[in-house]
């Protein structure tokens, strides 16, 4: 895309656009791609192979997509953290609701996170700073004291179609149905669990596991995904193609499926919660364009990953999205074409939109119990988790980066005025008292256990040899 003249790139970066590095199929990617857009911010879409992966793990310590490589040559990793960079570096036109209630529950639903950069990249005032406005740096004084060891940021700037974030210095910078289908047959084996693979949350990270169980569980969908990932992320093996199709569907369906948590008693439950999101977008999106009102927000976009990438092209959940969410495809697309000017005179949300009852009810009875047992299984140790959805028990990898996603989230409502922690809580309450009550008293937690960082944190890196995974545990 191009939303910025060539003067206004080459003034600044030497005409060098932003690259995203990943795949046209890849979930979290989508989420960022659709960010950059909205934002009309100039970039190039690199289409990732294996060298490309690797070679960008090196750089962010992350074996994951997408990855973001700045014009300066710094590097961003995270879908959640690099929409934050760009929400405080580029603010304008913002995702975020300026109702500070309103943006929790936007990033209960979307399961957002804050950059943690520090000393590696952008500063945090930076990023965290309510009061940091487009062309200005924090201050030295500040950025002295919240990363000692990093050089000063120059200057912080933006304009329509191109932002700016001038160099830091260098070094690692990162910033840390109404019918259920059938079983597929190969789901009946027993399953060999990968303790050091993990699972993730709601929009982002509960609908992780739906969506792989939906591509890699029925042959119809794997068999075009594993097409498409052997002829794309896989063109530079030098194998035959149909040798790489059938590493990749293997490897999916080992470290998706049976590894994480999907067996033959689980596999309706995945069903039913991608049923549950169907309706429940229908039925937010019917009366109005987004799901908090009149302009995206973050909650979309941590819908639209998983919606466009995923649900929206895999064959069996195509299907069943054009049947149960019409409304949800017009989003979709309604997402995929925003730039700033469709929406930037668009009036905030300043309070909850009608119909977002069923989805908080799924984040409050689905995905906050699921980052409470990793909390606690991380804490003891172990390797893996058991947790009760809907009256089934998963298995899973126990996940460090669900457990920082926790600690984020009470960083978040923790540090709400009174009364937008009250006005948050009075519409959590609107689902249920008990249920609510239970999500409340978790958000409120002092925590316990480890505070989990991003990586990239100057002592991390130097610790680290090799990439984390995509869950933030070693390869
Ligand atoms: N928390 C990360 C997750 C990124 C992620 O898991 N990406 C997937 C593709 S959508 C990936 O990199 N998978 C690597 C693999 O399969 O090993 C984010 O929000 O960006």
Redesign the pocket.
Known sequence: MSAATADDRSDQRGGIPMRLH??D????????HACLRAKGLEHEFIEMDTRD?RRCAAQTG?????QLELPDGRWL??????VEHFEQACPEPTLYPTQGALCFIAHLLAAC?ALDVGATGVHSDAVQGASTKLGRAPSEAAQHRDAPNSPPAQRVGAKRGVCVVAPLGHGPAMAGAPRLAPIPVWLQRVPRPKPDRLL?DFA??WL?RPAMYYRWAFDEDASLASGRLARGLLRDVPVPVALRRLYIRA??RR??LRGDGVTPATAPVLQAVYHDTLDALQGALGTRPFLLGQRPSQADLGFF?PMF?HFSTDPTPARLLRERAPAAAQWLARMWQQQPAAFEQAPEPQTLAAGLGPLLVMVCDDYLPTLASQEGGLKQGARQVNWVCRGVTFTVPVNP?QVHCLQQLRRRYQALKDAHRQQANAWLMTCGAARAQAALDLLAQPGSGQTIDRPGSPHDAARRRRPL???WSPT
């Open positions: 990943g795949l199929l890849s979930y979290f990617t989508g989420k960022v992966f992350v074996a994951q997509m997408p990793t995270d879908s959640s953290a690099i996170r993730k982002d990270e992780w490897r999916q470290l998706f990953g990438r980066y995974d995509r869950q």
